[in-house]
Nanobody, 126 residues
């Protein structure tokens, strides 16, 4: 079992930046594929970015490519989502997720992941 706790959400102006953190406990996060999802009010939870376990490649949904960067610090057992050039449409609750498997074609689906954090609110004012 791995426990995930997100932090770093805030209210920020459009064009600003935030870095979300996903602190893991119980297992070594580098042994898991991890991802960030987000859910805006009235919408489905959607895949934002992901990273395969063992330092594999990264993946992004088209709307955040070039603005968001997923990473992890193995020494701190923590994952991150650096978000730059934020837009009002980025407003959502952001969730960290992890699974003890390599990325596959299913990795953009929420059902691929076994472990989830509680979410952190990001609000971008225009």
């Amino acid at each position: 079992q791995v426990q995930l706790v997100e932090s770093g959400g805030a209210l920020v102006q459009a064009g600003g930046s935030l870095r979300l953190s996903c602190a893991a406990s119980g297992r070594i996060l580098s042994g898991y594929s991890m991802a960030w999802f987000r859910q805006a009010p009235g919408k489905e939870r959607e895949f934002v970015a992901g990273m395969s376990r063992g330092g594999g490649p990264t993946y992004y949904t088209d709307s955040v490519k070039g603005r968001f960067t997923i990473s992890r610090d193995n020494a701190k057992n923590t994952g991150y989502l650096q978000m730059n050039s934020l837009k009002a449409e980025d407003t959502a609750v952001y969730y960290c997720a992890a699974v003890n498997a390599y990325f596959s074609q299913s990795a953009s689906s929420r059902t691929f992941y076994d472990f989830w954090g509680q979410g952190t609110q990001v609000t971008v004012s225009s």
